[in-house]
């Protein structure tokens, strides 16, 4: 396992913190568009893969006796909501022992046997724009259309990484996609802009999520909310990170829950 300088940890933290400032619906804004095509929306959607339900959760309580997530430090163990920006209903996320937050919107937990920060991370983040060229990113950030499916095909398309075949999963009340996402083959980082992957931002000047490091990894589920979608992922730095931790992280994601209080 490599060194991790005081510096380079920084940054690491700074690369998942950024993103993690709210859950946003995804719309339309100004700049380039990305409208595949329809040969690639085929690929993209080949073999149909099954679908499957996230493991099913009690009952939702009143919304009214849930706390929010607190907005910076560490966390106690129990279920918190989460607002979701532009849509009337939080959902919700139940967290164990041990997890910190920031902004009231982003999770993450050390692993006191890995030198990096925020070894497994929860990010909650709007991302309007997904760079089709990870690598040669500035300036080329394409706005994506307003949908789960545009999303899912835009980052199956992105070069320099890597999706899964997305799978159909119920969350809570509403329907959406998952899959995983990492980076593909050997990476010269220092030959990318800022030294980095660009994988989606929430504007087109800037990059607000990124890899920094060859193994990175996340899952990612794309939420359709009554034809508005939002977008949560989970993480961790490389696969030398606890099993024990990386599962605890997992079952946090399978917590969230988006429900219509209907």
């Known amino acids: 396992m490599s060194s991790v300088t005081t510096l380079e940890k920084a940054a690491k933290r700074s690369c998942h913190l950024l993103p993690l400032a709210t859950v946003a619906l995804l719309g339309c804004l100004s700049g380039c568009q990305y409208e595949p095509d329809d040969a690639f929306l085929a690929s993209a959607t080949s073999p149909v893969t099954e679908a499957r339900t996230v493991p099913t959760l009690p009952e939702s309580r009143d919304p009214r006796t849930v706390p929010p ?14 607002p979701v920006v532009g849509y009337t209903e939080p959902f919700e996320i139940t967290v164990p022992d041990g997890w910190y937050t920031r902004d009231g919107q982003s999770l993450g937990k050390d692993d006191p046997g890995h030198p990096a920060e925020w070894a497994v991370y929860l990010t909650l983040s709007p991302a309007d724009y997904v760079s089709m060229d ?14 789960a499916e545009a999303f899912v095909k835009a980052m199956a398309a992105q070069s320099w990484t890597v999706s899964t075949p997305p799978v159909e999963v119920m969350v809570g009340d509403y329907s959406g996609f998952e899959f995983d996402h990492s980076v593909e083959g050997d990476v010269d980082f220092k030959a990318c802009g800022a030294r980095r992957l660009c994988i989606h931002s929430e ?5 607000s999520h990124w890899y920094s ?3 990175e990894h996340e899952t990612y589920r794309v939420v359709d909310l009554n034809g508005q979608w939002a977008v949560v992922s989970v993480g961790y730095i ?13 079952a946090v994601f399978d917590s969230i829950v988006f429900r219509s209080y209907k």
């Open 203 to 207: 504007s087109f000047a800037t990059c």
């Open 134 to 147: 990870a690598c040669s990113w500035m300036g080329a950030l394409a706005n994506v259309e307003p949908s």
């Open 69 to 82: 997530l607190p907005e910076s430090g560490d966390i106690d163990a129990g279920t918190y909501l989460v």
């Open 213 to 215: 490091t060859q193994n």
């Open 238 to 250: 490389d696969e030398l990170i606890n099993p024990e931790l990386m599962r605890e992280a997992r």
